[in-house]
T-cell receptor
Framework: ETGVTQTPRHLVMGMTNKKSLKCEQHLGHNAMYWYKQSAKKPLELMFVYNFKEQTENNSVPSRFSPECPNSSHLFLHLHTLQPEDSALYLCASSQTAGGSYNEQFFGPGTRLTVL | GQNIDQPTEMTATEGAIVQINCTYQTSGFNGLFWYQQHAGEAPTFLSY????GLEEKGRFSSFLSRSKGYSYLLLKELQMKDSASYLCASDNTDKLIFGTGTRLQVFP
């Protein structure tokens, strides 16, 4: 247990569906992250939130929409996805974003399959 | 540009020693993380190097050379449970930049 939980663990959706991924951290951290992990590719940073403010959008398509209502919760809203969006989506948190030694604590991920 | 290189796969025998190398070319470098990720699980922190040299933590050690842009993770007395992916990540000012990960398989 890393103190970061994600739901659902597995999700299968059609290209016309709308779904949301949820992440919650119980570590008192102020920064939260979404990553995409595809086979044989590096972890791709998608979004960063620091004290509930989005500080990074790594050129992510608009069909992915993040939401951070407070420092403990992070959502990723999905709509009209493509099959190539199938991947493991990892959430992480750290004390803050920026500066050095920002050890990130990861959740177990949501395995997303887009049909 | 930002680039992290590490081998894709490695194999080793139980009880042996294995070294996983990582080279990086990143701007705004602060330090180097190593994470372990078992299949279907979250990446978990192994080590963080800021200064040049070797840092030992039980069976695992990590080395950094800032001038060469090079790091390695050394695993001793390998156990079957060490079969996992090992992720090298550059700690930049406002983000971590990850390599593809090295999938290590330990055989009896």
């Amino acid at each position: 247990e890393t103190g970061v939980t994600q739901t659902p663990r597995h999700l299968v959706m059609g290209m016309t569906n709308k779904k949301s991924l949820k992440c919650e951290q119980h570590l008192g951290h102020n920064a939260m992250y979404w990553y995409k992990q595809s086979a044989k590719k590096p972890l791709e940073l998608m979004f960063v939130y620091n004290f509930k403010e989005q500080t990074e959008n790594n050129s992510v398509p608009s069909r992915f929409s993040p939401e951070c209502p407070n420092s403990s919760h992070l959502f990723l809203h999905l709509h009209t996805l493509q099959p190539e969006d199938s991947a493991l989506y990892l959430c992480a948190s750290s004390q803050t974003a920026g500066g050095s030694y920002n050890e990130q604590f990861f959740g177990p991920g949501t395995r997303l399959t887009v049909l | 540009g930002q680039n992290i290189d590490q081998p894709t796969e490695m194999t080793a025998t139980e009880g042996a020693i294995v070294q996983i190398n990582c080279t990086y070319q990143t701007s705004g470098f602060n330090g180097l993380f190593w994470y372990q990720q078992h299949a279907g699980e979250a990446p978990t922190f192994l080590s963080y190097n800021v200064l040049d040299g070797l840092e030992e933590k039980g069976r695992f050690s990590s080395f950094l050379s800032r001038s060469k842009g090079y790091s390695y993770l050394l695993l001793k007395e390998l156990q079957m449970k060490d079969s996992a992916s090992y992720l090298c990540a550059s700690d930049n000012t406002d983000k971590l930049i990850f390599g593809t990960g090295t999938r290590l398989q330990v055989f009896p």
